[in-house]
């Protein structure tokens, strides 16, 4: 069957898995965001345990010219700690919300990392070089006896083992008050956004000790309070526009150049509910969890718990497209609702080429869907189908009475297994999946 | 006999409300979902997406002192020991007044994340 994501007729592939094997998950392992670099060589994840690990593609050999590269570990460290706030009693978590790349500059790799409360820069390095032959001190570091010294050499630079260095080179700290969910680099690369339950801030790369706040929907008394932020994103290519979604199912777009405060939004996307449908759950099932826009700059995509809809920014009244992710789900609400599931942030993704979309579901399935031809397919990562370039079976959930063979029903769904955070290589038909605490690189096999 | 015709008219207009119902349970998975909810739990507020689900949101993290805690805790010291600091985190809370030595420290893994592994 003919697999999703470049109109050509192709297949999904395993390529790799990273992490441990066993069944009982470390809290600390469990992946909390995936995120490739502009080029795709590098590959960030961030952990509930507040480390980073990044993956680099190997060169593409010439004996294998089909195979594409590898991803193997390039550099780790510890980004964020366990905090304790004593003034309010707050817990604050190391878990990494979001890592965003920096466009590349110079030899050295730039991101941005974020707990729920600090946003740190961190350059990574290579060094690959050490200079030898020092004056004033041995080979293993030791100061030489000045009386000692004879004569004057000049210190060579000699090749060493490649060292990949990760140091904080900026901490943007204390702006703000409540969760952040959402950091996003503007088309200007100079400055960024951040985003938490009520305010968003806009900052400068280079200053730490200053931000703007411009957007805070905190009300005056917070028994009025009836949404929050869900998510922020800056416009790929007007540096001016950014749009922030709500828990109500709504988009906001906002124009920096219209105001300090950007609290009137330039336009406001919400799809019309039929009141008659209205039920408990329909605000909580509507509430978006991720919004991304199209490499374009001409769509946005947003998710919410049941679905993943196109808009065109030029039109705010309806999406141009939705598509049902797991609609069998409908029918499940109430037990989704007592066991918090029905509140997971399920985030999602486009291709490079802005032709596919995908996002994650549960029982480590996920979804894609081709924008063009309107198919869509359910892939499942899973140890069990992970030899090296074997084909992915598409899956199917079963919802009715008869289920076929190898159909899953609703019911042996594993809602613990569930897929938040996938990302797609920004020029290559090659994803990253992150499922709990394991990581699953796939790629397409050209037929 | 002008009762005896109200009183069928009651009959039918509750009839015809539930027949809605049902038709709404049939038409609608949500709304069969929602009635299961409610029949579980009575006492579940009709705004959802209202206040308090935000504001629970909003305060996530936060699993100490306050000063609703601080008068509870008041209160209980009165007739309560002091339980031994080895106490759960979510005992803490209402059973006596935190100390920064009883909260548990919290240290960052020293492990290597498994994935560079």
């Not at chain 1, 805070?216 to 994103?233: G, R, S, W």
């Not at chain 2, 929602?34 to 949101?57: C, I, M, Q, T, V």
């Not at chain 2, 985190?89 to 209402?94: A, C, L, R, V």
Request: a negative charge; charged letters at 30%.
């Amino acid at each position: 069957m003919a697999g999703v994501g470049g109109g050509n007729d192709f297949q999904w592939c395993f390529s790799q898995v990273k992490g441990a094997i066993d069944e009982d998950v470390a809290e600390a392992d469990i992946i909390s965001t995936v995120e490739f670099n502009y080029s795709g060589d590098l590959l960030a994840t961030g952990d509930k345990g507040g480390r980073v690990v990044i993956f680099q593609r190997e060169q593409e050999s010439k004996n294998r010219p089909l195979s594409r590269g590898e991803y193997n570990v390039y550099s780790t460290f510890q980004s964020h700690e366990p905090e304790f706030d004593y003034l309010k009693s707050l817990e604050i978590e190391e878990k990494i919300n979001k890592i965003r790349w920096l466009p590349q500059q110079n030899a050295a790799h730039f991101l941005l990392s974020t707990n729920d409360k600090t946003i740190k820069l961190w350059k990574i390095s290579e060094r690959d070089k050490r200079a030898e032959g020092y004056n004033l001190k041995d080979e293993d570091g030791r100061l030489r006896d000045p009386f000692r010294i004879t004569s004057l050499r000049v210190p060579v630079l000699m090749p060493m083992d490649l060292m990949v260095e990760a140091s904080p080179r900026r901490i943007f700290a204390n702006a703000h008050t409540y969760h952040i969910n959402s950091i996003s680099i503007n088309s200007d690369h100079e400055t960024y956004l951040s985003a938490d339950d009520l305010r968003i801030n806009l900052w400068h790369l280079e200053i730490t000790d200053r931000s703007f706040n411009i957007v805070d929907i905190k009300p005056a008394n917070m028994e009025e309070l009836t949404e929050v932020i869900t998510a922020a994103e800056c416009h790929p290519h007007q540096c001016n526009v950014f749009v922030y979604s709500s828990s109500k199912g709504t988009i906001r777009l906002c124009d920096m150049r219209a105001a300090a405060l950007c609290d009137r939004h330039s336009k406001f996307f919400e799809e019309p509910e039929d009141p008659s449908s209205r039920s408990f759950f329909s605000e909580i099932i509507s509430s978006i969890s991720d919004v991304k826009f199209s490499h374009s700059g001409r769509y946005m995509m947003t998710r919410d718990y049941l679905s993943v809809k196109v808009w065109d920014l030029n039109m705010e009244n309806r999406p141009v497209e939705t598509y049902q992710v797991h609609e069998y789900l409908r029918s499940k609400l109430c037990s989704l609702y007592e066991n918090d599931c029905i509140f997971d942030k399920f985030e999602c993704c486009w291709n490079g080429s802005d032709s596919a979309i995908m996002t994650g579901s549960y029982n480590n399935f996920f979804r894609m869907f081709d924008r063009n031809t309107r198919r869509d397919i359910t892939l499942e990562a899973s140890r069990e189908n992970s030899k090296p370039r074997a084909m992915l079976k598409p899956r199917k959930v079963c919802t009715g009475g008869k289920r076929k063979k190898d159909e899953i029903s609703v019911d042996s769904l594993d809602f613990n297994k569930k897929i938040l955070h996938t990302a797609w290589h920004p020029k290559e038909n090659v994803i990253a999946v992150a499922a709990t605490n394991n990581l699953y690189i796939f790629q397409d096999k050209i037929n | 006999m002008a009762n005896e015709i109200e009183g069928n008219r009651e009959i039918e207009e509750a009839t015809t409300e539930e027949l809605q119902e049902m038709e709404d349970r049939v038409v609608s998975p949500e709304k069969a979902e929602e009635a299961k909810l409610k029949a579980r739990y009575p006492h579940l507020g009709n705004k959802p997406g209202g206040s308090d689900l935000l504001r629970k949101r909003l305060q996530k993290g936060q699993k100490y002192f306050d000063s609703g805690d601080y008068n509870m805790a008041k209160a209980k010291m009165k007739n309560k020991q002091l339980p031994t600091a080895a106490a759960e985190k979510t005992d803490i809370t209402g059973d006596h007044i935190p100390t920064p030595q009883d909260l548990p420290q919290r240290k960052p893994s020293l492990v290597a994340s498994k994935l560079a592994g």
